[in-house]
């Protein structure tokens, strides 16, 4: 991946999930109290969207056949044949101006054999596959780091606007850096129980606590290899759901030059035997990250990491196809809904089932993206705008797919009004509110609102800011690049069913199936709640290419003034 500078870093620092406040998540839409309607144009549509469509669609992706849809791969090929038969059934043009329904993606890809060992204290410390991720993103077969000084940078955070610099000028190059998962969370001195949420916006990840930042800040300080150490509480998944990085892994071709040499995560009950060994109290050490005072520590260890990797460079697909609008003007103004179509496809290693099929992440968000096309394709007039339908890979590889056609986009982004995204669908029923991950960052939200009022719904922040979702999807592109983006997930307030039902739920999702071989369509699955989000989103879709005015971010919120830029320098 492309590695941003600290300009670029501090324009990607988003005010997500903490404008509640702003955000219109007691609307519903009516002035009167009257429960409003949907546009008269779309009623029919709408009510003939179903469940069993959408589960056919999930069906088909997410079967062993397709084993795991993973880029490069046979599955890839059955997937985009699949995506392209289906749109063109539809009658969708190609989307892509060539006269294809593809925009390649140039990939590397490596797959790695790593070991690791620690040095510490007299003794060596061998890491286990339980212990420990590594790989390397260059393009390189081997990589054998041995004895490297290991030296303990705090959270790895470099944020001017905070007064925040864990590295302090500090030497790295050549050495093993160990840093802390997600970003500081600083106590409020007036409130301890509270967090200051005037630094790194309090529970709720900024930029700046996403593994991704972390490597490419180690690498812009020259450090041989840079290791997270992982608590799942503050990550958000469990070390086993990043099993996907001893398969193969890829980059956009071009990213590798100028990466850490290697990549890694350390489980913090690793990490803790590591720093004990070499006379540190990791626990200690963590509450002292949480000043600006901090220093990097030099730890009295030394790392030894190899990475073994067979590379090769594949060309991927973004699969794309077009609605074009009714009028003659705003045709050339665009809509674009997008869902990954790839997972992480088959482990030969494993025993038993070895196929990732990925039946919610993301054959469901695919599936919708379908839903959508193929019910747009039926309105009559179309849309005044048109509507763009892109089904991006490599999402689950680090967003590779959103950040291609981000950068080099087939439709001007100046032209692009607004982002639709899907990645998962609720399958547990209805609910009477949905949540909007980074609401109240644009007035997405509030056509959302006035959609979901007619369906007597309300709109909900992220229950979980700590777990960095905004940053977790191909919605992320198009906001870096200015583009008002929405990403939604399930609600919160199931109806008929318990309270703390929608959190255990998710619980049980993360800890079972989140990237696991059991990712797969379930008997006990209800996909009445999931309908109605794909009518919501659909009638979003259709609003804003209906209307009169553009979507913008809201004041306060950091893509506003790259859209700003982006617009003033319209012909």
């Not at 050495?175 to 509270?194: A, G, W």
């Not at 709720?204 to 992982?230: D, L, P, V």
């Not at 009477?432 to 922040?461: H, M, W």
């Not at 049980?508 to 199936?513: H, L, Q, V």
Request: hydrophobic share 35%; proline share 5%; charged share 25%.
């Amino acid at each position: 991946m492309k590695r941003f500078s600290l300009a670029g870093r501090l324009m990607l620092m988003a005010i997500v999930g903490l404008t509640a406040c702003q955000s219109p998540s007691s609307r519903t839409g009516g002035t009167d109290g009257a429960k409003p309607e949907p546009p008269s144009a779309i009623r029919a549509t709408l009510e003939a969207m179903n469940g069993e469509s959408l589960l056919e669609e999930i069906r088909v992706l997410a079967s062993d056949e397709y084993e795991g849809r993973a880029p490069g791969t046979r599955g890839e090929e059955l997937t985009v044949a699949r995506l392209i038969d289906r749109f063109r059934s539809f009658g969708l043009q190609p989307g892509n101006p060539d006269g294809s329904y593809i925009q390649k993606v140039p990939l590397i890809g490596y797959t790695p054999t790593t070991k690791a060992s620690f040095e510490a204290g007299g003794r060596r410390i061998e890491l286990g596959p339980d212990d420990y991720l590594a790989r390397s993103s260059r393009y390189e077969p081997r990589i054998d780091l041995r004895g490297s000084d290991v030296v303990f940078v705090g959270y790895g955070v470099v944020a001017p606007e905070y007064g925040w610099d864990d590295f302090k000028g500090v030497d790295l190059r050549g050495k093993t850096i160990v840093m802390l998962v997600n970003d500081p969370q600083i106590p409020d001195q007036r409130d301890p129980s509270k967090l200051d949420e005037s630094i790194f916006r309090g529970k709720a990840m900024t930029y700046y606590g996403r593994w991704t930042y972390k490597y490419e800040i180690a690498s812009e300080k020259g450090a041989a290899a840079a290791i997270i150490i992982h608590e799942t509480a503050t990550a958000g998944y469990p070390l086993k759901a990043l099993a996907s990085w001893r398969q193969e892994n890829f980059g956009l071709e071009g990213s590798e030059k100028g990466r850490v040499a290697v990549e890694g995560w350390i489980s913090f009950d690793k990490a803790t035997e590591i720093f004990a060994a070499a006379g540190q109290d990791l626990a200690a050490l963590k509450k002292a990250a949480l000043s600006r005072d901090f220093r990097p520590t030099p730890i009295a260890a030394k790392a030894s990491l190899s990475v073994d990797s067979k590379v090769r460079r594949i060309e991927s697909s973004n699969v794309v196809a077009k609605l074009e609008g009714s009028d003659p003007v705003l045709k050339n103004e665009y809509v674009v809904f997008t869902a990954h179509w790839d997972h992480m496809g088959r482990d030969t290693r494993l025993s038993g089932d070895q196929i990732f099929n990925g039946a919610i992440d993301n054959a469901s968000g695919t599936a919708c993206l379908l839903e959508w096309a193929r019910a747009f394709a039926k309105l009559s007039p179309t849309p005044k705008r048109s509507i763009i339908f892109l089904a991006v890979t490599a999402e689950e590889k680090g967003l590779l797919g959103a950040k291609h056609y981000a950068e080099h986009p087939l439709y001007p982004l100046d032209k692009t009004v607004a982002n639709i995204n899907k990645d998962g669908i609720n399958q547990w029923g209805r609910t009477s509110d949905i949540t909007v991950i980074g609401l109240g960052n644009s007035t997405l939200d509030d056509i959302l609102a006035e959609a979901a009022g007619t369906q007597g719904r309300t709109l909900k922040p992220d229950a979980e800011p700590e777990k960095g979702f905004f940053y977790r999807s191909d919605h992320f592109e198009f906001a870096k690049q200015g583009v008002p983006a929405l990403n939604t997930d399930a609600g919160v307030d199931y109806i008929g069913k318990p309270a703390g039902y929608a959190q255990q739920t998710r619980d049980d999702y993360t800890e079972k199936d989140y990237h696991g071989v059991s990712d797969e369509i379930k008997p006990n699955w209800d996909l009445s709640g999931a309908v109605e989000d794909l009518r919501l989103l659909f009638t979003v879709g259709y609003q804003v290419a209906q209307a009169e005015k553009w979507p913008e971010w809201k004041p306060g919120t950091e893509f506003k003034a790259k859209r700003e830029t982006m617009l003033r320098k319209q012909p």
